[in-house]
Every structure is written in C-alpha cells, then in structure tokens.
C-alpha cells in the first residue's frame, strides 16, 4: 500500500509498541471463574449501554473472542469517560486507572472492585495483546484534559491514532489472523481504519465538540475553505461549509476504502464483525450527506433497522475481500 506522509510516524509508534510487547503474570489472587464471568458480562452490558454499532458488530465474533472485544471497549469508555467528566482530578483519576488497568497481573477484582479491569486484564493474557497499545491509548485520551488545536491534518491523524488506531491494533490481536498472515503487515490497515473511524465521530460531532470547548478541525483546511471558529459557533450551514464537508467526507471514505484489504489479512472468524464496525460507521457520512452537512443541530446515525439491513452486504463483501499484496 502506498503510505501518506501522516502514516509514517504514526507506524512507526505501532511498530515499536508491537516489538516492546509483554505478556502478563499470573496474579498472586487468581479470579474464580465465576467472577471473572461476572466481569465479562459487566464489560457487555456497557458496551450495550454506550455503543450500539460496536454491540452489533462484536456479536458477529465467536463468544470468547466477542467477550473480550467488548472487555477492549469497556476498557477505551472507561477510560474516556474519566477525561469527559466535570471536575480537576481528572489527571489523577485517569493515572489510577491506568495503573489499575495496565497492571503486569490480572488485578484481584475483590479487593478493588473493578470488573472492567479484570476483564480486559484476562482479555489481554488470552489474546497476547501488547501493553503498549493500551498504554498508547490512555497517552491518547489523556490529550482531551487540555483540549489542543490542531494546525494540520497530519496533527489530527497522530491524535486519532492515540484514540482510535490503538483500538483496531489491540482489537486484531484478539479477532486473529489468517494461516500465514503477518501480524506487521495487518498494521498499516489497523491504523488507516482507526483514523477513518475517529474521523467520522469527529465529522458528526462539530457542533457538541465544540459546545464542550472542543475543536478537532485541522485549521489550515478549515482556513483554505475561508472558515473559521467563528463559523462553527455561528452553526450555520453555508455554501463554504458544504464545500469543507464535502472535502472531509471524501477523504474519509478513501480511507475506508484504503484500509479494507486488510480484512482479508484477519482469521475467517472475525472478517465479518470488523467489516461491519467499518461499512456502519462509514454509513454515517451518507446520513451526514443527507441532512445537508448540518452537524450543529443534529447528530448524524444509521438507524437500527438501517444497520441490520446492511449485514447481508457486508458479509459478502467480507467474503470477497482479497487479500493485499505483500
């Protein structure tokens, strides 16, 4: 694949926490397995609570993998949600957790009544996924505790990284790879999809971005449409806005595309679950195209019944997907 100028550096973090990989320790207060079930069925229920799309499509996955993606999400919204709520011990919360979650042991969930944490620790034992990527993402969330400008789209690619790409680069370890695949080349793929789909939450969520302080926008782009941050607090569509939009969604669609072939790259098993993550978040740039660009007023979404009609599909095309060259 022919690489973008962003996608270096951003390889480069995915190479080198892929090589620094560590497998945990059996913990001194090995989990009962009905706790640890308890815990599994706690980081479900979150997810369930708070994405709707990811539920869906890590219900394609077989149980023991489908568990512990959802134990890889509750894990990320944990961890999100420490930065988004009120208050000044945001820091410290989000240093907790971490060292909570990351421990080089399963924690004991009795003593610290911590289900998420015990989850996605067994997750990680099970599925060798590399500590760094977890480490990457909490690096990536803790940004949003003094929201920063971002000059470029270059700028804004190393942020989705942090926040988005070390979920897809966690999330194949657990889905698998194919009979000869090689877990480095998977990566270049892991990545761009990461970005495509923070891309989209960032598209259609301008205007409560920016509500909450929060402009993730590249300036310079937003400045070669003749844009500024006084446009996005006006939430006024004009013909401008349409214009800057129509750039964004084109892009992003590219690295849809651009990131598929790697699908192919993944075990049988769990080709059709992240197929679907990408094509029903991609549909939501339709939605976007639909209501007129308006990202102010409205949130754009696939509805249920828009997403279970999509499935047949995407099975096909998971089916079909040919895998990269070497």
């Not at 929201?147 to 270059?154: A, H, N, V």
């Not at 607090?233 to 800057?244: E, H, K, L, M």
């Not at 209501?291 to 949130?299: A, E, I, L, M, N």
Request: hydrophobic letters at 45%.
């Amino acid at each position: 694949m022919t690489l973008q100028t962003w996608e270096h550096r951003l390889l480069n973090w995915a190479y080198e926490a892929l090589d620094e990989r560590a497998s945990l320790r059996p913990g001194p207060h090995t989990p009962k397995p009905a706790l640890l079930g308890q815990a599994y069925t706690y980081s479900s229920a979150l997810t369930h609570t708070y994405s709707r799309t990811f539920y869906l499509a890590s219900g394609l996955l077989p149980g023991g993998k489908r568990a512990a993606a959802r134990a890889l999400y509750a894990f990320c919204r944990v961890s999100d949600d420490i930065v988004d709520q009120p208050g000044e011990a945001q820091a410290a919360q989000l240093a907790d957790w971490r060292r909570r979650a990351l421990a080089s042991h399963p924690p004991a969930y009795a003593a610290g009544n911590d289900p998420v944490a015990l989850a996605f620790a067994d997750a990680r034992a099970r599925y060798a996924i590399p500590r760094r990527y977890a480490e990457q993402l909490v690096d990536g969330v803790s940004r949003d505790l003094s929201p920063e400008r971002y000059e470029t789209f270059d700028d804004l690619a190393a942020y989705c990284y942090g926040v988005a790409s070390t979920v897809g680069l966690m999330a194949m370890h657990i889905v698998g790879f194919a009979p000869g695949a090689d877990c480095r080349q998977a990566i270049p793929y892991a990545v761009r999809l990461g970005v495509a789909l923070q891309l989209t939450n960032i598209l259609r969520d301008v205007g409560a971005d920016y509500a909450a302080g929060r402009v993730y926008l590249p300036q310079a782009e937003l400045e070669d449409f003749g844009l500024s941050e006084a446009d996005l607090a006006r939430g006024v569509v004009t013909d401008r806005w349409r214009a800057f939009m129509r750039f964004q969604l084109q892009r992003n669609r590219g690295l849809y595309e651009e990131a598929m072939p790697g699908v192919a790259l993944l075990a049988p098993d769990g080709r059709f679950a992240i197929a679907a993550a990408a094509d029903l978040y991609r549909a939501i740039l339709a939605d976007i195209e639909a209501h007129d660009y308006d990202v102010f007023q409205r949130r754009a979404h696939l509805s249920a019944l828009g997403k279970l009609g999509r499935l047949p599909s995407i099975w096909w095309q998971a089916a079909r997907v040919n895998a990269p060259a070497r």
